[in-house]
């Protein structure tokens, strides 16, 4: 039924891991799948709420996958500028059946410019940052743009892991899953989105973000400054 | 505004690890809430899916929580009859303003006499278990019975854990939690239950969890005989 599809998800420290966790459940309640967490080496890294996360594979073990995504997480600002991890991305992503992320992870994959001509979608506060690339910003829950598949913020990496099972196998396989997860989501309120949110929840999270957000977009405008004296 | 909260989250073998993840992101994105991941030692343990996770805090480690929370999976089977997590759960019970679980985790609650007259949820494959117990079985999402909130299955945690941070501090706070993790979900089918599912994915699920469950009846049934003759 899984064809043996081999998935990997990249860690790193400061990810978001409901980023992660939430695709990782979908992918590994998938019989026969092979799931990967991916980093430079197999050292435990911190994510920014209490988890430490094992890596079980290293950049250089890892074999060609089917499904790599990127999660997001204030981790992906430091992800941006780093050779080693868009070099591994851009390799794995040249023979990838899909290439996705959740949340900040579209940052990455956009600074590894493999969302050049793209539509993506990111987290709400980071949209602004994501047009700074090359790269239709969608606020869509899951944008699918040829075979790139990116997510919203954190909880979006749910519904992006069933909408990858539907593609790669079919609806059954993604159903049988959400049955098992049983997820039929009842938010206790309407604020999970900055269009829906009471004005004073958001001010509160633009408040919160308003520091982090201005580095990110300086280090974007950096990032796509340095670009075109790159060797390539 | 989080009042130093302490929040736990018992972590073992075998467990979903989505159904721990889920509420600890949403307990970690609490300003200065102070989560534990509780076992009998910080060896890592091993998940259902990949996944292995460090506990952070031993039972005997642990000062009283505000929260307790049993997540659930497979593992919960053996932590049924297991004197030691059951003694821990009860004594951080007789303190906590909030005794709660996701998915199956309140069978564990229940075998610690802690669900005793109460009503509870856990996951849609685990109802008729769950009601051999002196338990009322709920099939709400997210199930609240004086201090005891229940959640069902897998995902349910997330929307437990929002809900106790609304009941704990407002629904501010919750709401301001569930626009940073954009938890507006938007599942791209409609299997997340039993009653929703096509006919042929809950055939496939209740086939593939058959001899598990009948296991896990059996075993209620023994621990339930053995009761009585117990020295409480």
Not at 172 to 193: C, H, K
Request: proline share 6%; net charge negative; aromatic share 6%.
């Amino acid at each position: 039924m899984s064809k043996n599809l081999r998935f990997g998800l990249l860690v790193f420290p400061n990810i978001t891991q409901l980023d992660m966790t939430g695709p990782l459940q979908v992918f590994s309640f998938l019989p026969g799948a092979e799931v990967h967490l991916l980093w430079k080496n197999t050292d435990a890294v911190q994510s920014d709420g209490v988890l430490s996360i094992t890596p079980t594979t290293t950049f250089a073990d890892c074999p060609q996958l089917d499904v790599i995504c990127v999660p997001g997480g204030y981790g992906t600002d430091a992800l941006m500028d780093d050779a080693e991890v868009l070099d591994f991305l851009r390799r794995q992503a040249a023979g990838a059946q899909y290439v996705t992320s959740v949340c900040t992870g579209s940052l990455v994959l956009a600074a590894a410019g493999l969302l050049d001509g793209y539509r993506a979608a990111t987290h709400w506060s980071a949209v602004e940052a994501l047009a700074l690339f090359d790269v239709t910003v969608s606020r869509e829950r899951v944008c699918i743009d040829r075979n790139r598949m990116t997510g919203g913020g954190v909880t979006a990496g749910i519904d992006l892991g069933l909408t990858i099972i539907a593609r790669l196998l079919d609806r059954q396989a993604a159903e049988t899953i959400q049955l098992r997860m049983e997820y039929n989501p009842a938010p206790p309120f309407d604020a999970g989105s900055p269009e829906t949110a009471p004005a004073a929840v958001l001010a509160v999270m633009e408040d919160r973000f308003r520091t982090a957000r201005q580095q990110r977009m300086d280090l974007v405008r950096q990032i796509r400054a340095g670009r075109p004296s790159r060797p390539d």
